[in-house]
């Protein structure tokens, strides 16, 4: 069984930062594109980052400057460096990937921006 697990989320003041890490494992062939998303309380899911398998990367608008996508294809990790964090920040962050041809989802991490 295929899967995704995120961790690195928790508490951080504002102006700090976060690494967040995504983890595939299980009977893996292909790993396509990766992505970051994230749900704030109230509000739709939506991607902030993305990478393809070569490293080509995308970014949302609002985190551009801000956030770093990344992938270790060895460790079959991606990564989302996260500066200048904002209470506007705050949500759960989801990674998926295309494992297998398949689109595969994280259970999420928590990030919380707050003083």
């Known amino acids: 069984q295929v899967q995704l697990v995120e961790s690195g989320g928790g508490l951080v003041q504002p102006g700090g930062s976060l690494k967040l890490s995504c983890a595939a494992s299980?009977?893996?062939?292909?790993?396509?594109?990766m992505g970051w998303y994230r749900q704030a309380p109230g509000k739709q899911r939506e991607l902030v980052a993305s990478?393809?398998?070569?490293?080509?990367?995308n970014y949302a608008d609002s985190v551009k400057g801000r956030f770093t996508v990344s992938r270790d294809n060895a460790k079959k990790t991606a990564y989302l460096q996260i500066n200048s964090l904002g209470p506007e920040d705050t949500a759960v962050y989801y990674c998926?990937?295309?494992?297998?041809?398949?689109?595969?989802w994280g259970q999420g991490t928590q990030v919380t921006v707050s003083s």
């Open positions: 998926n990937a295309i494992i297998n041809a398949l689109v595969t």
């Open positions: 990478i393809a398998a070569k490293g080509r990367t």
């Open positions: 299980g009977s893996i062939s292909t790993i396509g594109a």
